[in-house]
T-cell receptor, first 112, second 114 residues
Framework: KQEVTQIPAALSVPEGENLVLNCSFT??????LQWFRQDPGKGLTSLLL?????REQTSGRLNASLDKSSGRSTLYIAASQPGDSATYLC???????????FGKGTTLSVSS | SQTIHQWPATLVQPVGSPLSLECTVE??????LYWYRQAAGRGLQLLFY??????ISSEVPQNLSASRPQDRQFILSSKKLLLSDSGFYLC?????????????FGNGTRLTVT
């Protein structure tokens, strides 16, 4: 059974810092891995999707990497801003290819 | 463009009462549809997913049920709510073949069972 873990659970940084969020998964036979952002009381917004054959994806200040063999993915945020404050979740598509299994998220707070 | 609608936004229901949450998707056809629950301090838990009309798969045993009466309509129901059913319920869709299709979420329904 796929399990997804995110470390750290919470992170506080000053504005301008570069930071890395970590995601690990137990079953390397994933179809893709996705990163989401969730603002308090809101739904999730898709940030990046890394296909199983890819090593990384970039969107603006965000860069996500994938290492299937070690069961790890990282989300790199460059030059963090207060508007980046949110909970970031990673999710791995299950073996059946029909649903995503989520980690519990990392809550990021960027102070100005 | 595709949009997903979920309602109501908030709901307070007494224990033992029925539940019906509705989700509709516009701008796409034959989507995969999902119901997730997010309880306080816990991660997102997949409840149900559907790859087509009338096709429902349940990930966890519970007193909830789901139905897909139309291609772009997904309904979450319960005959009798429990206190433990409280949580944030999220509907989501993806294109067929999730290998290349990200998951798109609705804004969620905050359910409080009293």
């Amino acid at each position: 059974k796929q399990e997804v873990t995110q470390i750290p659970a919470a992170l506080s940084v000053p504005e301008g810092e570069n930071l890395v969020l970590n995601c690990s998964f137990t079953d390397s036979a994933i179809y893709n891995l996705q990163w989401f952002r969730q603002d308090p009381g809101k739904g999730l917004t898709s940030l990046l999707l890394i296909q199983s054959s890819q090593r990384e994806q970039t969107s603006g200040r965000l860069n996500a990497s994938l290492d299937k063999s070690s069961g790890r993915s990282t989300l790199y945020i460059a030059a963090s801003q207060p508007g980046d404050s949110a909970t970031y979740l990673c999710a791995a598509v299950n073996q059946a290819g029909t649903a995503l299994i989520f980690g519990k998220g990392t809550t990021l707070s960027v102070s100005s | 463009s595709q949009t997903i609608h979920q309602w109501p936004a908030t709901l307070v229901q007494p224990v033992g009462s029925p539940l019906s949450l509705e989700c509709t998707v516009e701008g796409t056809s034959n989507p995969n549809l999902y119901w997730y629950r997010q309880a306080a301090g816990r991660g997102l838990q997949l409840l149900f997913y559907s790859v087509g009309i009338g096709q429902i798969s349940s990930e966890v045993p519970q007193n909830l049920s789901a139905s897909r009466p139309q291609d772009r309509q997904f309904i979450l129901s319960s005959k009798k709510l429990l206190l433990s059913d409280s949580g944030f319920y999220l509907c989501a869709w993806s294109g067929q073949g999730p290998n290349n299709s990200p998951l798109h979420f609705g804004n969620g329904t905050r359910l409080t069972v009293t």
